[in-house]
T-cell receptor, first 113, second 114 residues
Framework: AQSVTQLGSHVSVSEGALVLLRCNYSSSVPPYLFWYVQYPNQGLQLLLKYTTGATLVKGINGFEAEFKKSETSFHLTKPSAHMSDAAEYFCAVRATSYGKLTFGQGTILTVHP | SAVISQKPSRDICQRGTSLTIQCQVDSQVTMMFWYRQQPGQSLTLIATANQGSEATYESGFVIDKFPISRPNLTFSTLTVSNMSPEDSSIYLC???????????FGPGTRLTVT
């Protein structure tokens, strides 16, 4: 079975500061890992994914994440926060190519001017 | 990528009634998924719907409460039956089209039960 833990239900940063959202996973098989963003009153938008290959993956809106197998982590980063990044972010894991996703509890990112 | 639409976008329903949510994908997909997002919480998978077979329900969800149809490779419905206020949630449809392994979500249906 797979599980995801997102450390920190709320993260607050200043505009221009580094964004770091933490995600640790548990999986009995090599995982497929995803980050999604949810803006208020909207559905989920895929930010980036890791399947195989390069462990540093780049996504939309300047976000990137690094798969670290030894640490079972997939933390999301962005060098410089923008006000428009304020949203809720979900990390998710999947054991197979096309199976169901298991989500973390989400992290609400607040960006201060 | 894929475009997934849902209808209705929101509804307010009376206790004891049922609501059917429709999900349309702009390409053919093998598996479609229905998730529930309760207020302030993460997403929980209700069931997986394959075309031509019975849906597979997760622990805690039953067919009598959440019947699902999957008549073809682009469409699915989820019915929330005999609703109670505890069913007030956002219900999201999802699918993984093509060979990208990317799972896309519809905009959700915001359900309020009074």
């Amino acid at each position: 079975a797979q599980s995801v833990t997102q450390l920190g239900s709320h993260v607050s940063v200043s505009e221009g500061a580094l964004v770091l959202l933490r995600c640790n996973y548990s999986s009995s098989v090599p995982p497929y890992l995803f980050w999604y963003v949810q803006y208020p009153n909207q559905g989920l938008q895929l930010l980036l994914k890791y399947t195989t290959g390069a462990t540093l993956v780049k996504g939309i809106n300047g976000f990137e994440a690094e798969f670290k197998k030894s640490e079972t982590s997939f933390h999301l980063t962005k060098p410089s926060a923008h006000m428009s990044d304020a949203a809720e972010y979900f990390c998710a894991v999947r054991a197979t190519s096309y199976g169901k996703l298991t989500f973390g509890q989400g992290t609400i990112l607040t960006v201060h001017p | 990528s894929a475009v997934i639409s849902q209808k209705p976008s929101r509804d307010i329903c009376q206790r004891g009634t049922s609501l059917t949510i429709q999900c349309q994908v702009d390409s053919q997909v093998t598996m479609m998924f229905w998730y529930r997002q309760q207020p302030g919480q993460s997403l929980t998978l209700i069931a997986t719907a394959n075309q031509g077979s019975e849906a597979t329900y997760e622990s805690g969800f039953v067919i009598d409460k959440f019947p699902i149809s999957r008549p073809n490779l682009t469409f699915s419905t989820l019915t929330v039956s005999n609703m109670s206020p505890e069913d007030s949630s956002i219900y999201l449809c999802s699918a993984t089209p093509g060979q990208t392994y990317e799972q896309y979500f519809g905009p959700g249906t915001r359900l309020t039960v009074t």
